[in-house]
């Protein structure tokens, strides 16, 4: 091959084909014949090529995406190096192996099947997924296509690698799953509309609570779903959403079952798929319509509450200004509560507020501290004015209230109390010093009768003993006679000592160690001509287990007489009285005195131990009495810390009840008297 130049400058390809003719004597080639084709084509042809497979290698290599080459039967030929890189193996590995070897496992069935595919149309686009060296997953997007590669049919494949789209894609899917998710899960109902009101989506929750399964709803209008009394407000609605693009509205939901509730429309213009669509959330405020109403009747019923109040009510802002007033405070002012609220408490109220800037009422409030004050006006009434300040959430002075209230009457009364009970107070002292007068006047009466009447007492025992002498049948009975009424009438003397004694505070005891079975032998010593003259036997069922006890003695001996006697004076001719006395828990002592005589009625049961009180005044006359010895008894019994009370049926009998603590100790006393208990 050779180069010449031609004309015009043009260099030509030629190539030389020749064979010598003649040759010289030196044998040198004298004379040759041949051809010189033009070749200039084939030269450009070929240079063509080797600049093709050149721009071939060089996108080959440096293509973003991954290149494969196979042969027919699916064998690597040749790879990239954004392969190699992306998927981390050499191209040594790669070269003369399959790509099945790297595909994941759950996508090979769907490989092969683009495989067939490829071989039917020379060509095929699908994703799969290869497993890269690291063990990490890498989808891809994959173009197969058949071509000629070094003068056979071989297969081009290139992978776009897309991770970015598949997390992509992932996150909307999360993001669509948690909107749907938002939702159908919602309290409130959404609906989504276009702008000619047709529905085109809706949530379970509005669904649910209209009563209509989705596809029912669907087919529905809003007028459909809302009572006669709010559809006609759905097209001034829509001007307005159209206006400012968004509105907060209140409306009645009607639902399935013709039964309605309260709602609250949020509905807004948003853009969605590059249209306009309108986006309504509606919450149901049925608990806010009751919890409202509840307001508005406990405001009707503060209202009718403060209005039928005597005193004036005035509640002000913090600069003293009024927001509200009873009706007593307007007819004060004799003026409608219209036109009372706005203005400053102390330009229309002299009464409640001074109209000066030292107004006590006004400083306490505005300084958060209740004050109460006393004015008087011109005409001669007095008034109470009280200022109780209200404090907000955080301590702020919000306002107030001012309470007045006329109490000229009231200090009138309040007046005329206290002279009462000064009168009163007077005439107490004066009663106490009567009461010690006489007090110390039956001390001494006791004191001067009791000195005649131990004579009177023992010569009437002298003569009862035949000492001076025998007696006959009649100086017998006179000097019986004598002893019981002298005996009648120092029992009564010692009773009006003991009650001057217990009321002047004079009253002793001595406790000292004792035994109660030999309390119970002297009084019935001291009684024992009674129980003779009525023929009474008295059978005892002392406790041998009573231990002794710390007790004033002769304080024990008059309980047990003046029991005894009230048993001896109310039992029939030939009766009997029981005595029985028993130690409970070891620490305490309980004496019972039983009689079968009148009994008394469960109406005086409960005070029997009244001072001076006797049943009826035929009781009295028919068995005498004074009222003082049971009354006596409860102060005996209370003084050691103990219990009495009294069982009885009318008819039957009657039984005292005795409790006394062994140690002194206070134990739980029985106040009452049980009917029921024998």
Same mark, same amino acid.
């Given at each position: 091959?050779?180069?010449?130049?031609?004309?015009?400058?043009?260099?030509?390809?030629?190539?030389?084909?020749?064979?010598?003719?003649?040759?010289?004597?030196?044998?040198?080639?004298?004379?040759?014949?041949?051809?010189?084709?033009?070749?200039?084509?084939?030269?450009?042809?070929?240079?063509?090529?080797?600049?093709?497979?050149?721009?071939?290698?060089?996108?080959?290599?440096?293509?973003?995406?991954?290149?494969?080459?196979?042969?027919?039967?699916?064998?690597?030929?040749?790879?990239?190096?954004?392969?190699?890189?992306? !998927?981390?193996?050499?191209?040594?590995?790669? /070269?003369?192996? =399959?790509? $099945?070897?790297? *595909?994941? @496992? %759950? +996508? &090979?069935?769907?490989?092969?099947?683009?495989?067939?595919?490829?071989?039917?149309?020379?060509?095929?686009?699908?994703?799969?997924?290869?497993?890269?060296?690291?063990?990490?997953?890498?989808?891809?997007?994959?173009?197969?296509?058949?071509?000629?590669?070094?003068?056979?049919?071989?297969?081009?494949?290139?992978?776009?690698?897309?991770?970015?789209?598949?997390?992509?894609?992932?996150?909307?899917?999360?993001?669509?799953?948690?909107?749907?998710?938002?939702?159908?899960?919602?309290?409130?109902?959404?609906?989504?509309?276009?702008?000619? !009101?047709?529905?085109?989506?809706?949530?379970? /929750?509005?669904? =649910?609570? $209209?009563?209509? *399964?989705? @596809? %029912? +709803? &669907?087919?529905?209008?809003?007028?459909?779903?809302?009572?006669?009394?709010?559809?006609?407000?759905?097209?001034?609605?829509?001007?307005?959403?159209?206006?400012?693009?968004?509105?907060?509205?209140?409306?009645?939901?009607?639902?399935?079952?013709?039964?309605?509730?309260?709602?609250?429309?949020?509905?807004?213009?948003?853009?969605?798929?590059?249209?306009?669509?309108?986006?309504?959330?509606?919450?149901?405020?049925?608990?806010?319509?009751?919890?409202?109403?509840?307001?508005?009747?406990?405001?009707?019923?503060?209202?009718?509450?403060?209005?039928?109040?005597?005193?004036?009510?005035?509640?002000?802002?913090?600069?003293?200004?009024?927001?509200?007033?009873?009706?007593?405070?307007?007819?004060?002012?004799?003026?409608?509560?219209?036109?009372?609220?706005?203005?400053?408490?102390?330009?229309?109220?002299?009464?409640?507020?001074?109209?000066?800037?030292?107004?006590?009422?006004?400083?306490?409030?505005?300084?958060?501290?209740?004050?109460?004050?006393?004015?008087?006006?011109?005409?001669?009434?007095?008034?109470?004015?009280?200022?109780?300040?209200?404090?907000?959430?955080?301590?702020?002075?919000?306002?107030?209230?001012?309470?007045?209230?006329?109490?000229?009457?009231?200090?009138?009364?309040?007046?005329?109390?206290?002279?009462?009970?000064?009168?009163?107070?007077?005439?107490?002292?004066?009663?106490?010093?009567?009461?010690?007068?006489?007090?110390?006047?039956?001390?001494?009466?006791?004191?001067?009768?009791?000195?005649?009447?131990?004579?009177?007492?023992?010569?009437?025992?002298?003569?009862?003993?035949?000492?001076?002498?025998?007696?006959?049948?009649?100086?017998?009975?006179?000097?019986?006679?004598?002893?019981?009424?002298?005996?009648?009438?120092?029992?009564?003397?010692?009773?009006?000592?003991?009650?001057?004694?217990?009321?002047?505070?004079?009253?002793?005891?001595?406790?000292?160690?004792?035994?109660?079975?030999?309390?119970?032998?002297?009084?019935?010593?001291?009684?024992?001509?009674?129980?003779?003259?009525?023929?009474?036997?008295?059978?005892?069922?002392?406790?041998?287990?009573?231990?002794?006890?710390?007790?004033?003695?002769?304080?024990?001996?008059?309980?047990?007489?003046?029991?005894?006697?009230?048993?001896?004076?109310?039992?029939?001719?030939?009766?009997?009285?029981?005595?029985?006395?028993?130690?409970?828990?070891?620490?305490?002592?309980?004496?019972?005195?039983?009689?079968?005589?009148?009994?008394?009625?469960?109406?005086?049961?409960?005070?029997?131990?009244?001072?001076?009180?006797?049943?009826?005044?035929?009781?009295?006359?028919?068995?005498?009495?004074?009222?003082?010895?049971?009354?006596?008894?409860?102060?005996?019994?209370?003084?050691?810390?103990?219990?009495?009370?009294?069982?009885?049926?009318?008819?039957?009998?009657?039984?005292?009840?005795?409790?006394?603590?062994?140690?002194?100790?206070?134990?739980?006393?029985?106040?009452?008297?049980?009917?029921?208990?024998?």
């Amino acid at each position: 091959m050779t180069r010449i130049l031609a004309k015009h400058t043009i260099w030509k390809c030629l190539s030389v084909n020749g064979a010598t003719v003649l040759k010289n004597v030196q044998s040198c080639p004298f004379e040759s014949s041949g051809t010189q084709p033009n070749i200039d084509a084939i030269k450009r042809t070929e240079k063509e090529i080797v600049h093709s497979d050149h721009k071939f290698r060089t996108l080959f290599h440096n293509a973003n995406d991954l290149i494969f080459i196979q042969d027919m039967d699916m064998i690597i030929l040749e790879v990239n190096e954004a392969a190699s890189k992306a !998927l981390g193996y050499s191209r040594e590995r790669m /070269v003369g192996t =399959k790509l $099945l070897t790297i *595909t994941s @496992e %759950e +996508l &090979l069935s769907k490989e092969r099947e683009m495989q067939n595919e490829l071989f039917i149309n020379g060509c095929s686009i699908y994703e799969t997924s290869y497993i890269c060296n690291d063990g990490a997953i890498l989808p891809v997007e994959i173009s197969n296509r058949i071509i000629y590669y070094e003068n056979h049919q071989a297969i081009l494949s290139i992978a776009k690698d897309i991770s970015r789209r598949k997390r992509a894609e992932s996150a909307l899917t999360r993001s669509e799953n948690k909107f749907r998710y938002i939702f159908d899960n919602v309290n409130d109902e959404i609906f989504m509309h276009d702008m000619d !009101l047709n529905l085109l989506e809706v949530n379970q /929750v509005a669904c =649910k609570r $209209l009563g209509y *399964t989705k @596809e %029912e +709803l &669907l087919k529905l209008r809003p007028e459909d779903i809302e009572t006669s009394d709010h559809s006609p407000l759905i097209k001034s609605r829509m001007t307005a959403i159209n206006l400012f693009r968004h509105g907060i509205f209140e409306s009645e939901h009607l639902r399935r079952d013709g039964t309605t509730y309260p709602v609250e429309l949020s509905s807004s213009i948003v853009e969605l798929d590059g249209k306009r669509r309108i986006l309504t959330i509606v919450r149901d405020i049925t608990e806010r319509k009751e919890a409202e109403a509840a307001v508005r009747k406990h405001e009707i019923e503060k209202e009718i509450i403060l209005d039928g109040m005597e005193e004036q009510v005035v509640y002000h802002d913090h600069e003293m200004r009024i927001l509200w007033a009873n009706k007593a405070a307007c007819s004060f002012l004799n003026n409608e509560r219209s036109m009372i609220i706005g203005k400053l408490c102390n330009e229309i109220w002299p009464v409640g507020v001074d109209n000066t800037d030292n107004c006590t009422i006004m400083l306490a409030n505005i300084q958060g501290t209740s004050m109460e004050v006393e004015r008087t006006t011109p005409d001669g009434r007095i008034w109470s004015v009280k200022g109780y300040p209200l404090k907000g959430p955080c301590g702020n002075i919000n306002g107030g209230i001012v309470i007045t209230l006329d109490i000229t009457e009231r200090k009138k009364f309040q007046e005329q109390m206290q002279k009462f009970n000064r009168e009163l107070l007077w005439m107490n002292e004066e009663l106490k010093s009567v009461d010690r007068i006489k007090n110390e006047f039956l001390a001494n009466l006791g004191h001067e009768l009791k000195t005649p009447l131990s004579s009177v007492i023992g010569y009437s025992e002298l003569l009862d003993s035949l000492s001076l002498g025998e007696l006959n049948d009649v100086q017998k009975k006179a000097s019986e006679s004598i002893y019981r009424n002298a005996e009648r009438l120092r029992s009564l003397i010692d009773s009006l000592l003991y009650l001057s004694y217990v009321n002047s505070g004079k009253i002793e005891y001595n406790f000292e160690i004792m035994h109660i079975s030999s309390a119970i032998d002297e009084a019935l010593a001291k009684i024992s001509r009674k129980l003779d003259d009525k023929g009474i036997t008295v059978d005892k069922n002392i406790s041998h287990e009573i231990p002794f006890m710390r007790a004033e003695p002769e304080k024990i001996q008059e309980l047990l007489r003046n029991i005894l006697d009230n048993a001896i004076k109310f039992s029939h001719e030939g009766g009997k009285i029981c005595i029985a006395a028993y130690s409970e828990e070891k620490d305490i002592v309980k004496i019972e005195i039983s009689d079968h005589g009148i009994g008394i009625c469960d109406d005086h049961l409960n005070s029997l131990f009244t001072l001076f009180h006797q049943i009826d005044s035929s009781t009295s006359r028919r068995y005498g009495g004074t009222g003082i010895g049971l009354y006596i008894c409860k102060n005996i019994i209370t003084a050691h810390n103990g219990s009495i009370w009294i069982s009885s049926k009318e008819g039957e009998g009657t039984t005292v009840h005795i409790s006394l603590p062994l140690k002194r100790e206070s134990i739980e006393r029985k106040e009452y008297i049980n009917p029921t208990d024998n």
